[in-house]
């Protein structure tokens, strides 16, 4: 086994359905890993996008790539048809807590209840909680202006997150700061979309760098955001937050950190007028968002990534030493 010059394999998509947010943390992972090549099975036409460097083949190589690579890392909904059975050691970046199959498992959510795995054999390791949040560097490292000001308004690219944003647009926000609004190149209906930020006198921004990004949200009295890795990387810059759970299974997670007191977490029905409420509420309240991102700071220090790097690597030379 190799620990400098790794060939991965990595199991996911990137698409308008499942989002990007898998694609941008297991980015962040590799980002600190030492890599010869990198093979990526999985849909979407964003994987190129998100790694330019790397090979893309379909979902169903990855059995195969697997077999081949040092390590096998898998970032996918359905993680126990993905992982295959190879040499290669196995990293799932899971959510849910119920993988059954990995050497390693790497969950970043907060939730205590889905950090058991009761399937997974014992000498498998649980890299659980905030502390392995997989966080870009870009916004542990953002420098913040002397003053923040305005407001980001970030959404993924998935229909409930998509449909959320145009109805939070379709009517006057009533802000007197400067605003941006944030999605990915493959947000639907952009045109629609950059109309209606235009007239809420918005900049519309699609398919900013990691740099970018964590400079604006720095650089922001208030984000609010969809569900998803926005919400830690926006925690991290500094910024205030304010999250809608745009899918079932973020209502948990979001409300949690809300009991933190890291941020503002909105009701799962989508009503844009909470949001709106919510929004100039915050905007309005400096010593609430100087509290916030100080209980935020608490949860997401953003070294999530270079940790896990670290028992990776860790867990290669083991075996390399054992072989």
């Known amino acids: 086994m190799r620990t400098s010059g790794l060939h991965v394999a990595l199991r996911l998509d990137a698409h308008g359905r499942i989002g990007h947010g898998h694609a941008v943390r297991s980015g962040a992972l590799l980002a600190e890993l030492p890599i010869a090549s990198l093979a990526i099975a999985g849909e ?160 519309l921004h699609a398919g900013l760098s990691a740099e970018a990004l964590a400079r604006l949200l720095a650089g922001a009295a208030v984000t609010l955001c969809t569900g998803g890795m926005t919400v830690p990387e926006a925690l991290v810059s500094g910024t205030a937050g304010i999250a809608y759970p745009n899918e079932p299974d973020l209502v948990d997670e979001l409300s949690w950190l809300a009991g933190q007191r890291a941020l503002l977490a909105l009701p799962g029905d989508g009503d844009p007028r909470d949001a709106r409420e919510a929004l100039r509420s915050l905007l309005d309240d400096a010593p609430r968002r100087k509290a916030q991102v100080q209980a935020a700071r608490e949860v997401f220090d953003g070294r999530g990534a270079p940790r896990v790097a670290h028992v990776i690597l860790g867990e290669l030379a083991a075996r390399s030493g054992s072989a």
């Open 44 to 203: 979407g036409e964003a994987l190129s996008r998100h790694f330019p460097a790397a090979s893309v083949q379909p979902a169903e190589a990855f059995a195969s790539l697997a077999d081949d690579a040092d390590l096998a890392i898998v970032d996918h909904p359905d993680p126990e048809r993905a992982i295959g059975r190879g040499a290669a050691l196995r990293v799932v970046i899971d959510d849910g807590g119920d993988v059954a199959t990995a050497d390693v498992v790497v969950n970043g959510t907060g939730l205590p209840g889905r950090h058991g795995y009761p399937k997974l054999r014992p000498a498998a390791l649980r890299l659980c909680g905030t502390a392995y949040t997989l966080i870009r560097a870009e916004f542990r490292q953002a420098r913040p202006p002397s003053r923040r000001r305005g407001a980001v308004i970030a959404a993924g690219s998935g229909e409930r997150a998509a449909r959320w944003l145009h109805d939070l647009l379709a009517t006057p926000l009533g802000l007197d700061v400067p605003g941006s609004v944030v999605v990915s190149p493959s947000f639907p209906d952009r045109t629609a979309l950059a109309a209606a930020a235009e007239r809420q006198g918005l900049t």
